[in-house]
């Protein structure tokens, strides 16, 4: 099969090196074309434009950077050669984003699943990112294959609209767990009690999460380099699950002050580093207002 890939980020790049590792023939286009040379290395065709690479590919995958840049991509760049095809949606969004992609889509001949996944370059590299599916069961039994290959059995979770709340929901969970656990671990080492020591009570407790024991030794060295995630896409993701959470009438405000704290993260310079990075956002000497 051959297969088109427009986004060739981190996760996107990572999920091109996957499929061509299991003998998928891959057509990629990138914004910036040089961020596809890892994949045209590794045997991918590199196409000048998004329509040229969806017209050379049975099956299209997208991940780029947020909704806009998605609809204007597929919509306006590579609309005429999209009639046939089914696209799968990577990017985090939001789900009215995605729910207004599928019509238009629909309307031009294509067929849509937004397929969010848990995980990043290391999972997607090992093919079990956890893949979740919003969209009609026939299309995804038309993708069953490529989604295997990147995650095992994919998890149909409804209509569209549906896998990206859950991925939203899953985003929201990242930023809470880690913020909160950097402020625990500030305020134990501020009191003087051995990190160690605390860890092992956490570890045999319920409240432990292993993502706590992922982050730790960043946190520890403060060194947040080589990131799989970045702060800014955890920021981008948190005010989409608000907006979501909003728009069905839920109380937010105990994220509000999350999300404004991670807003702190830009003239910070934090953005493009690890998203547990908003350690350094919680200690002490870090609550001046961005500008004041």
Known sequence: MDISLLGCGLLGTAIGERLLARGYRLHVWNRRTERTQTLVAAGAQLASSPAEAV?????????LTNGPITAEVLL????????????????????????????????????????PVLGSRPEALAGCLQ?????????????????????????????VGSALHTKLALNQLIASLTHSFSLALHVVQQAGVEVEAFMAILRDSALYAPTFDKKLAKELADDYSNPNFPTAHLRKDLQLFVDAAAALQLETL??????????????????????????RLTATGSSQEPGS
Do not use: C, W
């Open 55 to 63: 017209a050379a590919g049975d099956l299209v995958i997208t991940v």
């Open 131 to 159: 893949v979740m599916v919003g969209g009609e069961r026939a299309d995804l039994e038309r993708a069953q294959p490529v989604l295997t290959a990147l995650g095992g059995e994919p998890h149909h979770l409804g209509p």
């Open 254 to 279: 105990g994220l509000e002050g999350l999300t404004k704290l991670l807003q702190r993260a830009t003239p910070a310079g934090l953005d493009a580093l690890d998203y547990s990075s908003l350690h």
């Open 76 to 115: 306006n760049q590579a609309g005429t050669a999209l009639p046939g095809r089914l696209v799968l949606q990577v990017a985090t969004i939001a789900p009215a984003e995605s729910r207004d992609l599928a019509i238009a889509l629909q309307q031009r001949g294509a067929h849509f699943l937004e397929t």
